[in-house]
């Protein structure tokens, strides 16, 4: 016989949960929740297909061109590929108030209050990240200030301080990973908002790891092949995603902005 389904947590239940599991606090804060949202399961694997399948090829552009054969080698790629992450999120977070203030203004009538209001979710969850953020170098860095802090909590405070960037630690990233995924859930705002800011992100590294000179060791055509793979699918995949809230369930961008 089939178990009959779990009730729902309380709110109070929610909260202690969040407080001993950062990944679910993690999930709370970085996955869309608005009642009615667009939930289209192949586009949902397609987005995981692709995310695996380009962390594959980074780590065999990476393990060919790049020394992995020592515990330093292997450190250094792990950092990259974090300073890589991080530095999308960064991204992500200049580029999306941008875009949502341009989605905003550009829509007509009550439209732009309501996405506006629906905005405060995305942006709660930067703040939440950056929150999380903030407890590593206040935990180990070395600058006066810092060190000041810590003495002035001392012993039991720098405990409370160790365990909550252990926390974090956990949070960051689960959060990067949810956060890239589901565009700090903008999905919340209008469902055609996470594949074009997806889109403007993709375009946005590219053009980083050209100034940046970035894998400048790797052979011209692996890396013209490297640096557009990502740009091109994610793009393609995003197009395909419009298509099919259009299709599927009438969404489009000209209706989202009241046009149509």
């Not at 970085?30 to 692709?50: E, H, I, K, N, Y």
């Not at 180990?140 to 810590?150: H, I, L, M, Q, Y």
């Not at 960037?165 to 995924?181: N, R």
């Not at 793009?235 to 149509?260: D, M």
Request: proline share 7%; with cysteine.
């Amino acid at each position: 016989m089939p178990r009959p389904p779990r009730p729902p947590l309380t709110r109070g239940r929610r909260i202690l949960k969040c407080v001993y599991n950062p990944f679910y606090a993690a999930q709370r804060a970085f996955r869309p929740s608005r009642p009615g949202t667009v939930a289209d399961p192949t586009v949902r694997r397609l987005q995981l297909w692709r995310t695996g399948l380009g962390l594959v090829a980074w780590l065999v552009l990476t393990m060919s061109y790049k020394p992995v054969g020592t515990a330093e080698g292997v450190q250094t790629v792990a950092n990259d590929r974090f300073d890589q992450s991080w530095i999308s999120t960064l991204v992500l977070v200049c580029a999306f108030p941008f875009v949502i203030g341009l989605f905003a203004f550009a829509a007509r009538g009550a439209l732009r209050g309501l996405y506006l209001r629906r905005s405060l979710k995305s942006f709660g969850a930067v703040a939440a990240l950056m929150g999380a953020m903030a407890t590593f170098p206040l935990a180990v860095a070395p600058d006066p200030e810092t060190s000041g802090f810590r003495d002035a909590i001392g012993t039991p405070g720098t405990a409370v301080l160790v365990v909550l960037c252990a926390w974090s630690l956990g949070f960051v990233l689960y959060g990067i990973g949810l956060g890239l995924m589901h565009v700090f859930r903008t999905a919340d705002i209008h469902e055609v908002l996470p594949p074009v800011l997806a889109t403007l992100m993709v375009w946005v590294m590219a053009a980083l790891d050209v100034i940046s000179n970035e894998n400048a060791e790797v052979p011209v055509l692996a890396r013209v092949v490297f640096l557009l793979g990502a740009p091109v699918s994610v793009t393609a995949l995003s197009c395909w995603e419009l298509y099919r809230l259009r299709k599927h369930h009438g969404l489009t961008v000209r209706r989202a902005l009241g046009r149509q």
